[in-house]
């Protein structure tokens, strides 16, 4: 399975956003979908998670509540919508997936995740 994120772009505080995270050879619903992201000179921090076979997920506490994930199975492709961004959220988003599935409330590591797509960029102004 190769993975294809991308919708990054600029926007202001406030704005919204949606990245997808587009699949090819495998379907994705068989595969749990992460979300991470890195901005200059920081590690790389996760962002969500959603599990497959069941569909549990969980977000970081710094983007609870502004963010979701939905997947769209039509197009083997799963989406984080990003609301009510700031600056902070500036960074690279990566997605990434994995055969392991997540308990609600645990955050996984990059570790936890076999393949990834390449990064998409988004920028935040204030």
């Known amino acids: 399975v190769q993975l294809q994120a991308f919708g990054g772009g600029l926007v202001q505080a406030g704005d919204s956003l949606r990245l997808s995270c587009a699949a090819s050879?495998?379907?994705?619903?068989?595969?749990?979908a992460g979300w991470f992201r890195q901005a200059p000179g920081k590690e790389r921090e996760f962002v969500g998670v959603?599990?497959?076979?069941?569909?549990?997920?969980t977000f970081a506490d710094s983007v609870k509540g502004r963010f979701t994930m939905f997947r769209d199975t039509a197009k083997n492709t799963v989406v984080l919508q990003m609301n009510s961004l700031k600056p902070e959220d500036t960074a690279g988003y990566f997605c990434?997936?994995?055969?392991?599935?997540?308990?609600?409330?645990?955050?996984?590591?990059?570790?936890?995740?076999?393949?990834w797509g390449q990064g998409t960029e988004v920028t935040v102004s204030s």
């Open positions: 990434a997936a994995t055969r392991r599935r997540f308990a609600s409330g645990v955050f996984p590591n990059r570790n936890d995740f076999d393949l």
């Open positions: 050879g495998g379907r994705f619903s068989l595969y749990t």
């Open positions: 959603n599990s497959w076979s069941g569909g549990i997920t």
